[in-house]
């Protein structure tokens, strides 16, 4: 059985950290890990990705601020969120691909002016 879920979530104030940790388990040869995000009445972006091979993928608007990893285990990934934003607010999921995509239930940010 698949599960992939998120954790790390929290409120911050504008300017601070957080970080964001994602485990899929239940899943064997991940080609790819991601974290999306959703705020109120937006559709869900792609925030970052990273590939089995390393490669990685950031929307413009997180660039410079925002760094994807992966742990020792292929199945975990980090968010480290620096200089956060009010508009960083949302909804954060993670998305593991293999042959499907399977997707967490979210995590909420929420960053206060």
């Known amino acids: 059985q698949v599960h992939v879920v998120e954790s790390g979530g929290g409120l911050v104030q504008a300017g601070g950290s957080l970080r964001l940790s994602c485990v899929a388990s239940?899943?064997?040869?991940?080609?790819?890990m991601g974290w999306y995000r959703q705020a109120p009445g937006k559709q869900r972006e792609l925030v970052a990705a990273?590939?089995?091979?390393?490669?990685?993928n950031y929307a413009d608007s997180v660039k410079g601020r925002f760094t994807i990893s992966r742990g020792n285990a292929k199945n975990t990934i980090y968010l480290q969120m620096n200089s956060l934003k009010p508009e960083d607010t949302a909804i954060y999921y993670c998305r593991a691909t293999m042959i499907f995509d399977y997707w967490g239930q979210g995590t909420q940010v929420t960053v206060s002016s």
């Open positions: 239940g899943i064997f040869s991940i080609n790819a």
């Open positions: 990273i590939t089995s091979g390393g490669d990685t």
